[in-house]
């Protein structure tokens, strides 16, 4: 059973097209993290969010972790080809502080 | 810039044999994670480690083992490799919050 639920699997659109990517779980976490990937390569982290109801913008991306910090969205203003990537979140879980749970990630891909 | 470091990046070994993947970090990070990972698919924790001496098994089961000698290093072991061995393996490192990864490891066992 997947800790980490994430939606949609794939997304595809086009260069200055806006997107939204879900995490969302059934356990609360002391943070949250999101995670951008590409081919080849290790994940790279992008931000983390510690407190509920927290929102984070790093330029055009806006991270948001929910009140009840089990769930958290990333979405993309003017989505551009660089953007293209497996994006990732991971949470630690309060009562497994050791453990980092990833969830299964979501495929974006922007077209010119 | 990350300084946690895989070795090999590709490795093509065939089946039957003892295969070591490398992976050292010099952050000084007392958390060390092994995952696997298919292309473009979600990462699997295979084991993990919270410092010297100390080595837990993940959720995925792995024939692999590992060890925690010091703490800069995390050394991944496969006493025989098998086909469904074939896969992305990454090491990754952390303090606090955030994790840093190694390149990985493509390995392919013939």
């Known amino acids: 059973t997947q800790l980490l639920e994430q939606s949609p699997q794939f997304l595809s659109i086009q260069e200055g097209e806006n997107l939204t990517v879900y995490c969302n779980s059934s356990s609360v976490f002391s943070s949250l993290q999101w995670y951008r990937q590409e081919p080849g390569e290790g994940p790279v982290l992008l931000v983390t969010v510690v407190t509920g109801g927290e929102v984070k913008k790093l330029k055009r991306l806006t991270f948001q972790f929910g009140d009840a910090r089990k769930d958290s969205s990333l979405h993309i203003t003017a989505a551009q080809p660089g953007d293209t990537g497996l994006y990732l979140c991971?949470?630690?879980?309060?009562?497994?502080?050791?453990?980092?749970?990833f969830g299964a990630g979501t495929q974006v891909v922007v077209t010119p | 810039e990350a300084d946690i470091y895989q070795t090999p990046r590709y490795l093509v070994i065939g089946t039957g044999k003892k295969i070591t993947l490398e992976c050292s970090q010099t952050m000084g990070h007392d958390k060390m994670y092994w995952y696997q990972q298919d292309p473009g698919m979600e990462l699997h924790l295979i084991h993990y480690?919270?410092?010297?001496?100390?080595?837990e098994k993940g959720d995925l089961s792995s024939e692999s083992t590992v060890s925690r000698i010091r703490t800069e290093h995390f050394p991944l072991t496969l006493e025989s490799a098998r086909p469904s061995h074939t896969s992305q393996y990454l090491c990754a490192s952390r303090q606090n919050t955030e994790a840093f990864f190694g390149q990985g490891t493509r390995l392919t066992v013939v």
């Open positions: 991971a949470g630690g879980a309060t009562d497994s502080w050791g453990k980092l749970q």
């Open positions: 480690s919270y410092g010297v001496n100390s080595t």
